[in-house]
């Protein structure tokens, strides 16, 4: 079992930043990526970014160029960084974690709330 924490949702203005964390713990070794997701009322869960054992990354177009994923192994904690937020950016963002081992295992945090409002 691999567990997640996430912190750093909150409300910020459009064309603020916002940094989130996400810590894992548990079965952690076998872990091959982890990323952030996010869903808006009424709209589907959509990846973010995501980011793999060996440091490739992957983002969703709408947020190319203004957040930046990155893990810290020592911590076993991924970051998304959240630059030129925008009211659309607007949704529960959460971690997930994919670990191999024979199977795939795909675990999920419980999600922060990201607000984008003047």
């Known amino acids: 079992q691999v567990q997640l924490v996430e912190s750093g949702g909150g409300l910020v203005q459009p064309g603020g930043s916002l940094r989130l964390s996400c810590a894992a713990s548990g079965s952690i070794f076998n872990i091959v990526a982890m990323g952030w997701y996010r869903q808006a009322p009424g709209k589907q869960r959509e990846l973010v970014a995501h980011?793999?054992?060996?440091?490739?990354?992957k983002y969703a177009d709408s947020v190319k160029g203004r957040f930046t994923i990155s893990r810290d192994n020592a911590k076993n904690t991924v970051y998304l960084q959240m630059n030129r937020l925008k009211f659309e950016d607007t949704a529960v963002y959460s971690c997930?974690?994919?670990?191999?081992?024979?199977?795939?295992?795909?675990?999920w945090g419980q999600g922060t709330q990201v607000t984008v409002s003047s």
């Open positions: 980011i793999t054992t060996d440091g490739s990354t």
């Open positions: 997930n974690a994919v670990r191999v081992e024979v199977n795939t295992y795909v675990y």
